[in-house]
């Protein structure tokens, strides 16, 4: 399955300039889930982060993991339909290379731990075939 940005804001509530995930290329629910981010050039943050060498910050990068996997749970559980808040629960990362204009972060999101309402999921960004950064998320949802 693929998701456009306008099924995308159905489930996450994130607007610009804090929706970072673009495009769903691969979701299948319960065993894995594929997005993409086109880091641009024109990304508000890249003004102060740094005006001569422009670097996506970590927390950033963290935040499209995390909002990938919010899309994973919310098909891998069936939640269709519903309005959720999510909560971030637990985060351990790492970063291997930087994230500049032009990139495209693939991120891989697969699961450690699936429960009703909560869930722990293991997250790999990738630029082209090079690991970025790696993350294990752990949340939980509440419907609204």
């Known amino acids: 399955m693929q998701l456009d940005i306008q099924e995308i804001q159905k489930i996450i509530p994130h607007r610009y300039p804090f929706l970072l995930i673009d495009r769903v290329i691969d979701l299948q629910p319960n065993e894995k889930l594929t997005a993409i981010k086109n880091v641009s050039v024109n990304e508000p943050f890249f003004t102060g982060h740094f005006p001569n060498e422009k670097i ?26 519903k309005d959720l808040v999510y909560y971030l629960a637990k985060v351990s990362s790492k970063f291997f290379a930087p994230v500049v204009p032009g990139d495209q972060l693939k991120i891989d999101v697969t699961t450690l731990k699936l429960m009703s309402k909560a869930g722990f999921l293991k997250i790999q960004a990738y630029v082209k075939d090079k690991k970025v950064a790696e993350a294990e998320i752990g949340f939980s949802v509440k419907e609204v």
């Not at 927390?59 to 891998?76: D, H, K, N, P, T």
Request: with cysteine.
């Open 56 to 81: 996506m910050p970590g927390v950033l990068i963290v935040e499209a993991m995390a909002q990938a996997g919010c899309i994973y749970f919310y098909y891998s559980k069936n939640m269709q339909g």
